[in-house]
């Protein structure tokens, strides 16, 4: 499949959106409807749309993992800590600083 990373704007933003969710004993997961493209700088911005809601009931000192094609990774706040159940405002658009070659996805605010 040609996939091609969407834009907010010509050259912007991508944007990601998340195609599911679960709920284990050591994280919740967010699946990401594609990795990052090729076309993409290997480290920048980009806009995670959480279109799915962390079920009801799930503990909120749980970390957020996202998984994007098969690769999962932590994601983090400032200073390094896990984003966790607690964080998630919601549905919505997040702001995530991604760096590939380091392996760090940290959210850089809630929603936008």
């Known amino acids: 499949m040609n996939y091609r990373t969407p834009f907010v704007n010509q050259n912007g933003i991508a ?3 998340s195609t599911g969710v679960s709920v284990g004993t050591e994280a919740v997961t ?14 920048g911005l980009v806009l995670v ?9 799930t503990t909120d000192t749980l970390p957020i993992r996202f998984t ?19 964080d998630v405002a919601g549905t919505g658009m ?3 600083y991604y760096d590939r070659l380091r392996d760090i996805l940290q959210v850089m605010s809630g929603t936008v």
């Open 68 to 86: 994007m094609n098969g690769f999962t990774s932590a994601v983090t706040t400032y200073g390094g800590a896990d984003w966790t159940v607690a």
């Open 94 to 96: 997040y702001l995530v």
């Open 15 to 17: 944007i990601l959106d």
């Open 30 to 43: 967010f699946t990401l409807n594609e990795p990052l493209s090729r076309f993409v700088p290997s480290r």
């Open 49 to 57: 749309n959480l279109a799915n809601e962390v079920p009801a009931g």
